[in-house]
């Protein structure tokens, strides 16, 4: 795009500012408009319209508005490394420039269509905080004059993280959505999701978080079709219908995590979403809940702590834990979580579990009843209730 407004304006300043303030202005419209079927063509005819209002600011004779106008009919400048223009977009957003929250929580509001709160949930913080976050994000596009520009095929390894991160929120909102008057599984943000990810590793075939995000995403895609009852209950993984799983799904991710376990072997470390692909792998082998490797699980999540010491990492592995080594050992590493998981629906919910297990009902009915509260949509809260209202 800059490109294009150089070889028509003559000035590469005015080019580029001229493609920041049409990146800005997506920053400002498409949260509330949507975004275009055609973002780059938008961002575009922006761009151009914003260099023409500055010519004509600048001098008002006729044969600069000439000079302008011819830009309507400058074909699109080649796209580069990558040709899809959301993936494009999503990397422009993943802007070094950007802290990496920032980065993420702009791209997820412009691009993925969650709102505001959606995001808060997925990062665990205030509406507010991630409110100031998106906000100094939009200030810094426009005081640095970041421009909608493709980075490099040598600088996008630097920016994929970003992406990643972005993609697979993406995803986790469409398996489980977090909005209450949303549906409780929404595949076009999973299939969208999986369909950049795929991109993205004929982009970067030998990157190992690349291939583990696919295989993540797999493997949890195969199970979509059972994640709801005929009554539109969340179905866990300990009652979902394995026959009814995607096996071709299954075996693509396996094969990816087959590559990838080769590729440790040889010494290469692997990251947070090969791990969880690796994880999930183990789940999908075992063709009843009673034949899972539970101390393969375990040893993953140890192995997977190393890399992410998050706290929702920690509630993971306790989930883990406990059916090697009881309930009350999980529930001691589950409460050591309060003071940051405290808002969190599935900390309630997994203490809850943990409590019923050790036949304190009344701890328990309390804990499902405060996991009711924060959960994010019907399907959760109905699965929920039904665990609470089968206490003794």
């Known amino acids: 795009m800059v490109a294009a407004l150089t070889r028509r304006f003559g000035d590469l300043d005015r080019a580029e500012e001229a493609t920041a303030e049409a990146f800005a202005t997506a920053v400002e419209r498409w949260p509330t408009d949507g975004v275009p079927p055609n973002p780059g063509a938008w961002l575009t005819t922006t761009a151009n319209r914003k260099a023409i209002d500055r010519i004509r600011r600048e001098n008002k004779r006729d044969d600069k508005h000439r000079e302008a106008l011819l830009v309507y009919d400058d074909p699109h400048e080649p796209l580069g490394a990558i040709d899809d223009d959301r993936l494009r977009l999503i990397f422009t957003c993943c802007h070094p420039a950007l802290a990496m929250q920032a980065r993420v929580a702009l791209t997820l509001r412009m691009l993925g269509g969650l709102t505001v709160p959606e995001i808060a949930r997925a990062f665990l913080v205030q509406e507010s905080t991630l409110e100031q976050r998106i906000t100094r994000a939009k200030a810094k596009i ?4 970041i421009p909608y520009r493709m980075p490099a095929a040598e600088d996008l390894p630097a920016r994929v993280s970003g992406v990643l991160a972005v993609l697979f929120l993406v995803f986790n909102e469409g398996y489980l959505a977090t909005g209450p008057n949303t549906d409780p599984l929404r595949q076009d943000l999973t299939a969208e999701a999986i369909r950049l990810t795929r991109l993205i590793r004929v982009l970067l075939p030998d990157n ?3 291939a583990g995000l696919l295989a993540l995403m797999l493997l949890i895609e195969a199970r979509r079709s059972v994640r709801l009852s005929a009554d539109g209950e969340l ?3 300990d009652e979902q219908d394995r026959a009814a ?3 071709a799904l299954i075996a693509e991710g396996h094969q990816l995590v087959r590559e990838r376990l080769a590729a440790a072997a040889a010494g290469e470390a692997p990251g947070r979403y090969q791990i969880l692909a690796a994880i999930n792998a183990v789940h999908t082998s075992a063709r009843d ?13 140890d192995q997977l702590v190393r890399v992410d010491s998050s706290p929702i990492v920690a509630l993971n592995r306790a989930v883990a834990a406990a059916e090697l080594d009881g309930p009350e050992v999980a529930l001691a590493a589950v409460d050591r979580l309060a003071d940051n998981l405290a808002g969190y629906h599935a900390y309630h919910a997994t203490r809850a579990d943990l409590l019923r297990r050790l036949g304190r009902s009344q701890q328990a009915r309390a804990a499902y009843d405060r996991a009711i509260d924060l959960a994010g949509n019907t399907a959760e809260t109905a699965a929920l209730t039904r665990r609470r209202d089968r206490l003794p």
């Open 235 to 237: 179905v866990g993984l």
């Open 289 to 301: 809940v009673r034949d899972t490797d539970w101390s393969q699980v375990l040893a993953l999540y």
């Open 245 to 247: 799983w995607d096996r």
């Open 208 to 210: 190992g978080e690349v």
């Open 142 to 145: 426009k005081a640095a004059h």
